[in-house]
T-cell receptor, first 114, second 115 residues
Framework: DSGVTQTPKHLITATGQRVTLRCSPRSGDLSVYWYQQSLDQGLQFLIQYYNGEERAKGNILERFSAQQFPDLHSELNLSSLELGDSALYFC?????????????FGPGTRLTVL | AQSVAQPEDQVNVAEGNPLTVKCTYSVSGNPYLFWYVQYPNRGLQFLLKYITGDNLVKGSYGFEAEFNKSQTSFHLKKPSALVSDSALYFCAVRDLGQAGTALIFGKGTTLSVSS
């Protein structure tokens, strides 16, 4: 158990809908990352938050947004969903902003868009 | 741009034999390199990392990795494979090209250990 929790485990929805994925980092970790894992794109970085502030953006679509709350949990919002958004979404956390910090991953949320 | 490559989609090895999962990297500057393992329907588990210092890094579950700067490689190794090592393995490098500390992952290598 990495100490990172994600809810829900599975999510099935229809095209055009909006969903929210939730992540709680390990105790004491200030950085939260979101990654998307799909068969065709592999594991791709979406966005990072550090202590409530957006720190870096990766290949995140404009239809997707995220935030980190004062208690450090994070939410990833996916809207106007398309079939191609079906993927496994991982949250990871690390203590801070050091390049050497290890990222610990949650179990993921499997999103299926029908 | 930073990148990491895993040249083999699949590695097959018999139980008890040594295993190697290959990874090469391309970064400007000193790399921070990581190995993760993913079991079916599970998240990624951290195995080991190279930051600086000794080129041979020891990690979890008996795995180790050798950093080779001249060959820009960071191969994962284990002296004696177990059937339970069968999983998907990812090599990753810290993305030093942006303000954050995200990881860039290879496409993964499936390790299959037969009994």
């Amino acid at each position: 158990d990495s100490g990172v929790t994600q809810t829900p485990k599975h999510l099935i929805t229809a095209t055009g809908q909006r969903v929210t994925l939730r992540c709680s980092p390990r105790s004491g970790d200030l950085s939260v990352y979101w990654y998307q894992q799909s068969l065709d794109q592999g594991l791709q970085f979406l966005i990072q938050y550090y202590n409530g502030e957006e720190r870096a953006k990766g290949n995140i679509l404009e239809r997707f947004s995220a935030q980190q709350f004062p208690d450090l949990h994070s939410e990833l919002n996916l809207s106007s969903l398309e079939l191609g958004d079906s993927a496994l979404y991982f949250c990871a956390s690390s203590p801070g902003l050091r390049g050497a910090d290890t990222q610990y991953f949650g179990p993921g949320t499997r999103l299926t868009v029908l | 741009a930073q990148s990491v490559a895993q040249p083999e989609d699949q590695v097959n090895v018999a139980e008890g034999n040594p295993l190697t999962v290959k990874c090469t990297y391309s970064v400007s500057g000193n790399p921070y390199l990581f190995w993760y393992v993913q079991y079916p329907n599970r998240g990624l588990q951290f195995l080991l990392k190279y930051i600086t210092g000794d080129n041979l890094v020891k990690g979890s579950y008996g795995f180790e990795a050798e950093f080779n700067k001249s060959q820009t490689s960071f191969h994962l190794k284990k002296p004696s494979a177990l059937v339970s090592d069968s999983a998907l393995y990812f090599c990753a490098v810290r993305d030093l090209g942006q303000a954050g500390t995200a990881l860039i992952f290879g496409k993964g290598t499936t390790l299959s250990v037969s009994s």
